[in-house]
């Protein structure tokens, strides 16, 4: 099992990202997604879904960002889309393929969207690199990515720990997560937000997967964790509004599809992967 957004498809062939010739002649034969910065959303057609690419010719004026691939080059363009869909609401439904250079042109496209000025002195910056660097002089940055983690706490046995965010749905429970902050590791800050957010001691924690999530530049780091089931929960309530233990019973019923209490995340998320990994155990 893999989560649904780690499944990297292109060749990203970086050796061609600095060969402004190769990445011409590309761009006049490759296929281009527009992905709309503001949304998310890419233009999508047919049943089920898939990603709609166009022609060089087709596409909005703009930077152009190379995804990846030789043979078959792959490009995305920032543009507005009235007629399409986003990862949240076509992860599932769109092949492995799409789902992979949707992922990639979405956390691309949004990067170059926040960078436009340089952080240090505030001067324009340009793309550089086939999209994979912006320059203003001599400073060069590069794309960005926010580690963060998330656990699934269990008893060891048939009980499992979640939480409800502050703003969601009051059957919507999920994983424990948060940032890892500066000077930490991600161990660490499993252990940190665990302890701040629900107030419970890990005794074990092993790692599991991770996935990246472009809403905007995070990498999700997933880990399993274990806790005493009789140690009192007492939540950071400016961030979770409740939080329990569910039996496996509950969360297999929710994961199906049944009529049950309990929302689980979306199966674009690493949560629901680390729920479909503990339940089918």
């Known amino acids: 099992m893999r989560p649904r957004l780690a499944r990297s498809v292109l060749d ?25 910065p503001a949304t998310g959303h890419a233009p999508v057609a047919g049943n089920p879904p898939r990603l709609r690419y166009v022609t060089a010719a087709e596409a909005p004026v703009g930077d152009r960002l190379y995804l990846g691939g030789e043979d078959e080059p792959y490009f995305a363009v920032a543009g507005a889309v009235t007629d399409g869909a986003g990862l949240r609401e076509l992860g599932s439904d769109l092949s492995d393929f799409d789902v992979g250079v949707l992922t990639e ?3 691309l496209v949004r990067w170059h969207a926040d960078h436009l000025f340089h952080t240090v002195d505030g001067s324009p910056t340009e793309v550089a690199s086939g999209g994979w660097e912006r320059r203003s002089g001599t400073r060069t940055v590069w794309p960005r ?17 979640l939480a409800n965010g502050v703003g969601w749905p009051v059957d919507r429970f999920s994983c424990i997560a948060g940032f890892v902050e500066p000077g930490e590791s991600a161990e660490a800050a ?36 274990l806790a005493d089931p009789g140690a009192p929960v007492v939540v950071q309530d400016d961030e979770i509004a409740a939080a329990r233990w569910f039996h496996r019973s509950e969360l297999a019923a929710a994961l199906a599809g049944a009529d049950a209490p309990l929302r689980v995340p979306p199966s674009i998320s690493i949560a629901r992967f680390l729920m479909e990994r503990w339940i089918a155990a």
Request: aromatic share 8%; net charge negative; charged share 25%.
């Open 190 to 225: 499993v252990h940190r937000e665990v302890g701040e957010e629900v107030g419970v001691t890990l005794r074990d924690l092993a790692y599991v997967a991770s996935q990246p999530w472009p809403f905007p530049r995070s990498l999700m780091l997933g880990f399993h964790g």
């Open 105 to 107: 042109a979405l956390s």
């Open 12 to 36: 990203r062939a970086a050796h061609r990202r600095a060969d402004a010739k190769w990445l011409d002649e590309a761009w006049h034969r490759g296929r281009v997604l527009v992905v709309d």
């Open 145 to 161: 990515t926010d580690p963060a983690v998330i656990v699934l706490i269990t008893d060891g046995g048939d009980n499992c720990l």
